[in-house]
């Protein structure tokens, strides 16, 4: 009978055990998902990162110590993000909206105080293709763009493929783009290419290099 019990006993804790991990599996949430399609488990071991966004604004950032360099055309600016001054402000919120494109499958996971949509699916602006979507809205307060919303489009295996930028989440939505060219930097996806519906527009990121611990 005790044999009995205890066969009893391994069989509901094996169960249970199965159950947990069955719902720690679904409880994974859609944006680790699309971080984690994108990457993000390579990403800890990133010491510093520098890309060129539009062919505009040149980038070093070393995420450990959250040191940063902005270089132009005209001016090269050093500058720390815990430190911030009434001179870096300015580099830093053109910082904050670059990476923002560079990493958003990431920013989607380190950004704090979001809501995040339930996933749907619906026709994907440009593409007019059957996609995920979830939407991503900021907070009316706080950060550098307080209540802007983001119309994120995605596939099967959680790539970006598309956005739709609405500011102050507004109905309307204002940059449509695509997300293309993903290019593979030590296990992290980067789309270089962002283009609209019609005409020659290519929000381009250049100049993508990784160091690594």
Not at 83 to 108: C, E, G, M, T, Y
Not at 201 to 208: A, C, K, S
Request: net charge positive; hydrophobic share 40%.
């Amino acid at each position: 009978m005790k044999k009995i019990l205890v066969a009893v006993c391994l069989i509901a804790f094996s169960l249970s055990c199965k159950q947990k991990e069955e719902k720690a599996i679904k409880e994974i949430s859609i944006a680790q998902k699309i971080a984690n399609a994108h990457g993000f488990e390579n990403w800890n071991t990133v010491s510093e990162i520098q890309f060129t966004f539009f062919n505009k604004r040149s980038w070093v950032w070393k995420p450990k110590t959250n040191a940063v360099t902005l270089i132009t055309e005209k001016d090269t600016i050093n500058y720390n993000r815990k430190a911030l001054d009434s001179l870096s402000v300015k580099a830093d919120r053109a910082f904050i909206n670059d990476k923002f494109w560079l990493l958003i499958p990431f920013q989607l996971v380190w950004d704090q105080g979001t809501t995040i949509s339930k996933q749907t699916t619906a026709q994907s602006p440009i593409h007019k293709i059957q996609l995920n979507k979830i939407t991503l809205t900021y907070p009316d307060t706080g950060g550098y763009t307080p209540g802007d919303a983001y119309d994120i489009y995605y596939d099967n295996d959680f790539i970006i493929k598309e956005w739709a930028f609405r500011k102050g989440n507004a109905n309307t939505t204002g940059l449509i783009n695509t997300f293309e060219n993903h290019q593979d930097f030590y296990g992290i996806k980067i789309a270089l290419d962002h283009k609209k519906a019609e005409g020659n527009w290519n929000l381009t990121l250049t100049g993508i290099k990784i160091k690594k611990e």
